[in-house]
């Protein structure tokens, strides 16, 4: 059985430690978006959300351990998931938003293996930090910083280009190699104001820096967008960063003549794109459900998850709250981790 007592531990300590005002200085010099708001709202939706003895009770269900003892066995000779500490897996992290690699950590640990972490450098502050505290909860997890060792698998996560640097130094060993993803949402015309607002969340929440931020609308034909500006009227992203490359983006967009709604501190513009700069929004228009249908079946290996009301969509306001089986790229990590070599 997975032991999960060390991260209830974990959480508590997390719950019970204040973030330093060096560790937030440090993690600001790291990253300019890394302000105190994004790396504390960061914190709590892990520690709020992943970490609770429900979710994580919920989680470990989810694994037949029937199945992985015989995985097990074939990798260590006993069925005991601790034996798997002879396996090395390097952690090659991302550092778009604050703790962005936690999960990944959270996995190997629970899985036991031996981890070899390479820290990216916008976010090895707050990294380090959650590493720091959770190997001291589980005194027993062996963790590592990466500096080129040998390993069995790796896990590395960043964009399309380092992704060719991935295959290059991991493509001959059991790997998962994540790239340059985007997130959709779908609106109908059936939304309340509440569903709505929450959207913004979806949106804006870490500057719109992760791969599960909103940065494509499909509206209907004829949707009054004025219903997503009123919802929105109380809304606003403080960040200097952010509003000063809101004003150059503006800029850009009335020397090309485009027609684009001006929200103070965000654009929107018709455009059919999954790519969107910070603080723009495009919004595609559509005529039947169906071709949005068909635009996500054909971009599946461009997407991390859909926001809307239908129950296959991650409900309005969720995105930035993933669950722990919300797996990137939906590859399930504890399974290749726990797979024979």
Same mark, same amino acid.
Not at 41 to 48: G, T
Not at 240 to 269: E, P, S
Not at 302 to 327: E, I, K, S, T
């Given at each position: 059985?997975?032991?999960?007592?060390? !991260?209830?531990?974990?959480? $508590?300590?997390?719950?019970?430690?204040?973030?330093?005002?060096?560790?937030?200085?440090?993690?600001?010099?790291?990253?300019?978006?890394?302000?105190?708001?994004?790396?504390e709202?960061?914190?709590?939706?892990?520690?709020?959300?992943? !970490?609770?003895?429900?979710? =994580?009770?919920?989680?470990?269900?989810?694994?037949?351990?029937?199945?992985?003892? @015989?995985?097990?066995?074939?990798?260590?000779?006993?069925?005991?998931?601790?034996?798997?500490?002879?396996?090395?897996?390097?952690?090659?992290?991302?550092?778009?938003?604050?703790?962005?690699?936690?999960? *990944?950590?959270?996995?190997?640990?629970?899985?036991?293996?031996?981890?070899?972490?390479?820290?990216?450098?916008? /976010?090895?502050?707050?990294?380090?930090w959650?590493?720091?505290?959770?190997?001291?909860?589980n005194?027993?997890?062996?963790?590592?910083?990466?500096?080129?060792?040998?390993?069995?698998? &790796?896990?590395?996560?960043?964009?399309?280009?380092?992704?060719?640097?991935?295959?290059?130094?991991?493509?001959?060993?059991?790997?998962?190699?994540?790239?340059?993803?985007?997130?959709?949402? &779908?609106?109908?015309?059936?939304?309340?104001?509440?569903?709505? =607002?929450? !959207?913004? *969340?979806?949106?804006? =929440?870490?500057?719109?820096?992760?791969?599960?931020?909103?940065s494509?609308?499909?509206?209907?034909?004829g949707? /009054?967008r004025? @219903? =997503?500006?009123?919802?929105?009227?109380g @809304?606003?992203?403080?960040?200097?960063?952010?509003i000063?490359i809101?004003?150059?983006?503006r800029? !850009?967009?009335?020397m090309?003549k $485009?027609?684009?709604? $001006?929200?103070?501190?965000?654009?929107?513009? *018709?455009r059919?794109?999954?790519?969107?700069?910070?603080?723009?929004?495009?919004?595609?228009?559509?005529?039947?459900?169906?071709?949005?249908?068909?635009?996500?079946?054909?971009?599946?290996?461009?997407?991390?998850?859909?926001?809307?009301? *239908?129950?296959?969509? &991650?409900?309005?306001?969720?995105?930035?709250y993933?669950?722990?089986?919300?797996?990137?790229?939906?590859?399930?990590?504890?399974?290749?981790?726990?797979?024979?070599?």
């Amino acid at each position: 059985m997975f032991n999960i007592d060390f !991260l209830l531990l974990l959480a $508590d300590k997390i719950k019970n430690s204040d973030i330093s005002q060096e560790l937030l200085r440090d993690a600001y010099n790291a990253n300019e978006w890394f302000d105190r708001e994004n790396v504390e709202s960061s914190l709590a939706a892990i520690v709020d959300g992943m !970490l609770t003895r429900e979710h =994580l009770e919920k989680f470990v269900e989810r694994y037949d351990f029937k199945d992985i003892s @015989k995985g097990v066995t074939a990798i260590s000779g006993t069925s005991d998931i601790s034996d798997l500490c002879n396996t090395k897996v390097a952690l090659v992290l991302a550092g778009n938003i604050p703790f962005v690699g936690c999960a *990944d950590v959270i996995y190997c640990a629970l899985c036991s293996v031996d981890t070899y972490i390479k820290y990216a450098s916008k /976010d090895s502050v707050t990294m380090r930090w959650f590493v720091k505290l959770m190997s001291e909860c589980n005194p027993l997890w062996q963790v590592h910083e990466y500096s080129g060792e040998r390993v069995d698998k &790796v896990i590395a996560t960043g964009s399309n280009n380092s992704n060719r640097y991935f295959e290059y130094n991991f493509g001959n060993i059991p790997s998962i190699m994540r790239g340059s993803r985007s997130s959709i949402a &779908v609106i109908t015309g059936e939304e309340s104001e509440e569903d709505l =607002l929450n !959207l913004w *969340d979806d949106i804006f =929440l870490h500057y719109g820096q992760g791969c599960r931020n909103v940065s494509m609308l499909f509206v209907p034909q004829g949707f /009054d967008r004025g @219903k =997503l500006w009123s919802a929105w009227a109380g @809304k606003r992203v403080e960040s200097v960063h952010f509003i000063n490359i809101y004003k150059q983006q503006r800029a !850009l967009l009335l020397m090309q003549k $485009d027609n684009f709604y $001006d929200g103070g501190y965000f654009t929107a513009i *018709d455009r059919h794109s999954l790519q969107a700069a910070t603080s723009q929004i495009n919004i595609s228009e559509y005529t039947s459900l169906s071709s949005v249908g068909s635009f996500i079946e054909a971009n599946n290996n461009l997407l991390q998850c859909v926001v809307g009301l *239908d129950d296959r969509c &991650v409900p309005f306001g969720r995105a930035q709250y993933p669950a722990m089986w919300d797996y990137a790229d939906n590859i399930d990590v504890v399974d290749f981790l726990l797979a024979t070599i």
